[in-house]
């Protein structure tokens, strides 16, 4: 399995992008170039140098440790965000699994249909109107526009699974309701969801940054790679590398998370698991 | 000690089984034949009151004294795998892929509060012993996909007898295997029923693997009871036809270069059923009152539900 999934080359370079993030984020807790949230007049709009790695931004903050704790920001809006569509999402995809036709399964599903209609940035917009700007409240939101994406997936895997033999076979040793589930329905599904929590992470960072793009999201001091955008707007023409380091941070990032996914999707995917 | 009396069984008021009656000793083998779509499997499911959502039971499924029928879920977990014991068909399937083989045997015992982990996982190793798995106290720990579909079933019957259940019900536990494998399985389950005292109700659809298994047969066919008695009288002189389409149709007992004569046809859809014979359509002997109203039993050397038995010899 290992040998297999270092020879899966958008697994890999998944991976390694994705543990770049991950590292550069923790790293950031104890060390960075200089403090992100110190301003330097004098040294605003500095072009790249040994001394600002990447340069400075309009206040003369060091754009590197920027962009390093907005990494740290990002991430923690994608695990907060994602955690609570899986936490919910999948126990709402249980529960309508387990009384698949019922009524309790209809309203689960309608209520996930409903979610979808809407186009999620507009509604998450409409949330942060509501509930004010700020990260937590976009992590809510996000997280919000999770549930359904997992309660659905998880539903129909474990439909998938409830009508395999050995679920059979376990009723038949005396197994009844939510510890089929737990022993074994969930096992048997938990690859799926995290290929699904992986992509969601993707679009996660990509909503936290546009919701901050436009302002709603998190909020100054707290970097964060879509504020960084935003402020850089201003400046395109005397310093277009202000928006282009974020804009990389974001799609680098993004698709570290998306190849994770479809190598997990191939590795994981029983028709081409080895016996 | 079964006593199955009446059973109907119905999916939105089709009969899928009618009226079947039939009972089991301890420690007896009870072989039910017939071709696929019988309705051998749900009757098997409706003694574990396992019946698909929409198939309704009616009738009486006395175990023990107590009628199943009349249990709900919770008093009915403790039966299954507790005193009766079920395996099926796909060894390939019926263990769960993701959980270690001793794991799946040990969660038995553990569920019905016999033994704590640490004591079920050692009689699992005991167990996959007992069924002929060479090497048990490594195998305990592999996978289900490391081992053959022979092995599997293996696992399948420690995991079915872990309890000591007084009743094993196995549908077509060798249907998916080679022959030789099919063998050794049915040595084993005939060894286990001798030792452990398991009463066997044994489900195939070939009347030569019942023959090696079962001193009695119960021949189904379109969910009701075609004839019933000694295994060996009625290999030897069927008297419902059905029976005698079944013995025609196996390889046994013919001289190299004849043919095998299946019965020709097909198994009807249980909708498509008339009142009377399931069997009519494809009958040799069919006539009206056959289609119209169900076959009487008549006794003799075996029980045949047939107008028009062959002469019991
Ligand atoms: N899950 C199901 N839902 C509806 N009908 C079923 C289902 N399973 C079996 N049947 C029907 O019940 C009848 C008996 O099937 P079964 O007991 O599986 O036969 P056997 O085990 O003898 O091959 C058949 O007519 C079959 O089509
Ligand atoms: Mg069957």
């Known amino acids: 399995m290992i040998g297999r999934a ?11 992008i994705t543990l770049l993030v991950i590292g550069t984020g923790l790293l950031s807790l104890f060390w960075t170039p200089y403090d992100p949230g110190v301003m330097r007049i004098m040294n605003r709009l500095r072009p790249p140098s040994e001394l600002n790695w990447l340069g400075t931004d309009q206040f003369g903050r060091d754009v ?3 962009l390093m704790v907005g990494a740290r920001n990002a991430l923690l809006v994608g695990i907060v965000a994602v955690g609570i569509g899986v936490t919910i999402g999948v126990t709402l995809g249980m529960i309508a699994a387990h009384g698949e036709g019922s009524l309790l399964d209809e309203a689960i599903m309608r209520a996930c249909d409903f979610t979808f209609a809407f186009p ?7 949330i942060l109107t509501f509930l004010g700007p700020g990260v937590v409240n976009a992590i809510i939101a996000i997280g919000i526009f999770n549930i359904p994406v997992f309660a659905r997936v998880a539903r129909g895997a474990a439909l998938q699974v409830m009508a395999r033999d050995f679920i059979r076979a376990a009723r038949a040793a005396g197994r009844t309701g939510f510890s089929i589930i737990l022993r074994h329905i969930l096992p048997n599904i938990a690859g799926l969801i995290i290929v699904q929590a992986s992509v969601q992470f993707a679009l996660a960072i990509l909503a936290e940054a546009g919701l901050s793009y436009l302002g709603i999201g998190t909020q ?22 202000l928006a282009i380091f974020p804009g990389l941070a974001i799609a680098f990032s993004v698709l570290g998370f998306n190849l994770l996914g479809d190598g997990l999707r191939d590795l994981l995917d029983p028709k081409t698991k080895e016996r | 000690m079964l006593r199955v009396e009446n059973l109907r069984i119905t999916l939105r008021g089709t009969p899928i089984i009618r009226n079947l009656s039939f009972s089991l000793d301890r420690g007896e083998a009870l072989g039910v034949v017939g071709e696929s779509g019988s309705g051998k499997s749900m009757t098997a499911l409706a003694i574990m009151g396992l019946l698909p959502g929409l198939m309704r039971a009616e009738g009486k499924v006395i175990f023990e004294g107590e009628n199943l029928l009349d249990l709900d879920d919770d008093a009915m977990c403790l039966y299954r795998g507790r005193r009766i014991g079920m395996i099926f068909q796909e060894p390939m399937t019926a263990l769960n892929p993701v959980h270690q083989v001793g794991d799946q045997i040990a969660e038995t015992l553990v569920l019905h509060g016999l033994m704590d982990r640490v004591a079920a996982l050692r009689e699992a190793t005991r167990l996959l012993d007992r069924v002929g798995i060479e090497d048990a106290s490594r195998r305990v720990s592999s996978y289900p996909h490391e081992l053959s579909g022979g092995q599997r079933q293996r696992v399948m019957i420690a995991m079915a007898m872990s309890c000591k259940p007084s009743l094993l019900i196995a ?5 998916a295997l080679d022959v030789t494998v099919q063998s050794e399985i049915l040595d084993l389950l005939r060894d286990l029923r001798l030792q452990e005292g398991m ?7 070939d009347l030569a693997v019942i023959a090696r298994i079962a001193r009695r047969t119960l021949v189904l066919y379109g969910g009701a009871a075609m004839e019933t008695g000694d295994t060996g009288v009625l290999l030897k002189s069927p008297r419902h036809p059905y029976t005698k389409g079944l013995l025609a149709a196996l390889p046994h007992g013919h ?12 198994v009807p859809a249980a909708k498509h059923l008339a009142p009377g014979c399931p069997f009519h359509g494809r009958c040799p002997r069919g006539d009206e009152t056959c289609a119209d109203f169900p076959p009487p039993p008549s006794f003799e050397a075996t029980t ?3 107008f028009h038995p062959e002469r019991g010899s």
Do not use: Y
Not at chain 1, 6 to 16: A, Q
Not at chain 1, 120 to 126: D, K, S
Not at chain 2, 199 to 205: C, K, N, W
Not at chain 2, 255 to 265: F, K, M, N, V
């Open chain 2, 171 to 175: 549908d077509e536990p060798t249907s």
């Open chain 2, 304 to 306: 045949a539900w047939c």
């Open chain 1, 220 to 241: 100054p001091p707290n970097p964060s790679w879509g504020r960084m955008l935003n402020d850089a707007q201003t400046f395109l023409a005397q310093a277009p590398l």
């Open chain 2, 255 to 266: 001289s190299r270069g004849t043919r095998l004569s299946p019965i020709p046809g097909f």
């Open chain 1, 6 to 16: 270092l020879r899966h080359p958008s697994f890999v370079v998944g991976l390694l």
């Open chain 1, 120 to 126: 999620a940035v507009l509604t998450a917009i409409l």
């Open chain 2, 199 to 205: 009463a066997t109700l044994f489900i195939s659809h």
């Open chain 1, 64 to 66: 590197f440790s920027m």
